[in-house]
């Protein structure tokens, strides 16, 4: 088969599906393309978390004002998608109390509602929480279910004429005197011909940059996730302490995940899965949440994060990598013209990553529409049922949450 489009999207995530839905809704003929089912990457194996910005409140100002923006926004648009719950800063004995205040404050410098509550008032909404709690604060967390996600964005472009093919995979990259002119894809689909091509495939960025000729340094880390069986928790579980490994416990409807770690690997499709990772995840959230030492588990599940790290931008250790996001316009960066990337970035974060490429593609293509995407719905965000129906279209089957898609009664 030989197709044209104006702008061809690599990668079905949640950044590339918000790219297909931006550009589609301007007005441009979009094909979005995913070597798998969409979300199987790591939008799929994601621990879930709606951040509320307060995580990096003290640390990365302009990474927490994204997240509130962008929580606000999911809220309005992602219906059925997010779960609200709000979510909890706890603070335990032995974890540092200036840490806390310090969060506490930068959460009120950048707009991020935070309320501090007693001890017993959190034991009252979560009455398994530790025995030695000293501080808790309340701030707008919340859950998103990356399936329902990435569903309702891909439905949502195809409703504004977007063309969406899961199930293909990009072996290379088509190219004519320095110019990227379309993708070469698997399993029967053929060559896709393309003004613009988008390269949205998270960790996999820097082999689809080897296509084009450009070099793209991500540094990718892994992270495992647990889940278990409990029902009756209804707010998110950080632990107010430096980020570390397994601080956060999400809730679903009659589960709970636990996470996670950072370890940095070579290869994002082989990796190791180690032992101690998962030891230390539930350990470390049951001193939180002591529930967390004995509730059977469910499912075990690993993903690696999209981080981009060029030598002038890394700042030490795995955790130190920004979780900011970056748009690559490789006309002008390599003088590889067609091209663009984007890497880093969050799942919270996807829809302004998604309408900051965007933006740029726009340009480049001499388009003057403005993004859309902050105000209207997504399509059947208020309909489990038929999200849930979109998800088993769409070939979505990520472990994230694998126990919530169906469960309608
Ligand atoms: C352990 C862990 C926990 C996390 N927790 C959170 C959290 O709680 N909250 C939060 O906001 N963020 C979280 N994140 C980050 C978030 O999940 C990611 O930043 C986000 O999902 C990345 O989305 P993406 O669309 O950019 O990439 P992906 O979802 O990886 O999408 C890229 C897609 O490209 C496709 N692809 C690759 N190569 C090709 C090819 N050759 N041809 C066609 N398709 C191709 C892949 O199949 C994949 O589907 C977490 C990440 C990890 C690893």
């Known amino acids: 088969m030989m197709h044209s489009t104006e702008v061809l999207v690599v990668g079905g995530g949640g950044t590339g599906t918000g790219i297909a839905r931006d550009l589609a809704m301007r007005g441009l003929d ?10 199987i990457g790591t939008t799929g194996r994601s621990h879930g978390l709606l951040h509320s910005g307060a995580r990096y409140a003290e640390s990365d100002a302009a990474g927490a004002r994204e997240c509130i923006v962008e929580n606000d926004i999911l809220r309005d648009i992602a219906g059925e998608c997010i779960r609200d719950t709000g979510g909890y800063f706890v603070r335990l004995a032995d974890d540092d109390p200036e840490y806390f205040e310090e969060k ?44 329902r996600l990435v569903a309702a964005t891909a439905a949502d472009a195809r409703e504004h004429g977007a063309a969406i093919y899961p199930d293909a995979p990009v072996t290379e990259l088509l190219r004519d005197d320095g110019r990227v002119i379309g993708a070469a ?4 689909i053929g060559k896709i011909h393309a003004d613009h091509i988008v390269n949205a495939t998270g960790a996999w960025a820097g082999q689809l940059g080897d296509m084009a000729g450009v070099d793209i340094e991500m540094k990718p880390t892994r992270g495992v996730m ?5 029902d009756g928790l209804d707010i998110v579980l950080n632990r107010a302490r430096d980020p570390d490994d397994g601080d956060i416990v999400i809730p679903h409807a009659e589960q709970v995940v636990l996470g996670t770690t950072s370890v940095e690997v070579e ?25 967390a030492a004995e509730a059977p588990e469910t499912r075990t599940y690993w993903g690696v994060r999209p981080l981009y790290a060029p030598e002038e931008a890394e700042t030490g250790g795995a955790r130190g ?13 390599d003088g590889v013209e067609g091209f663009t990337s984007v890497v880093g970035g969050k799942l919270t974060t996807h829809r302004m990553m998604a309408e900051a490429a965007a933006d740029s593609i726009a340009e480049r293509l001499g388009v003057d529409e403005p993004s859309q995407t902050t105000e209207k719905p997504l399509y059947a965000s208020q309909d489990p049922e038929q999200l849930d129906e979109l998800v088993a279209e769409f070939d979505i089957d990520g472990p994230s949450d694998a126990d919530v898609i169906g469960s309608v009664q």
């Open 185 to 188: 894809v698997d399993h029967g």
């Open 226 to 230: 647990i889940a278990q069986e409990y």
């Open 104 to 147: 506490y404050q930068a959460c009120l410098e950048h707009d991020i509602p935070a309320e501090r509550i007693s001890p017993e008032e959190a034991r009252e909404a979560v009455p398994d929480l530790a025995e030695d709690v000293e501080e808790v604060m309340v701030v707008p967390d919340g859950v998103i279910y990356p399936s």
């Open 267 to 291: 290869d994002p499709d082989e990796y190791e899965k180690a032992d101690w990772e998962i030891e230390r995840t539930i350990e470390e959230c049951a001193e939180m949440f002591p529930p």
């Open 30 to 39: 979009v094909t979005l393309i995913d070597r798998g089912g969409l979300g």
């Open 321 to 333: 990598i920004s979780r900011g996001f970056f748009v690559l316009d490789h006309e002008e960066r």
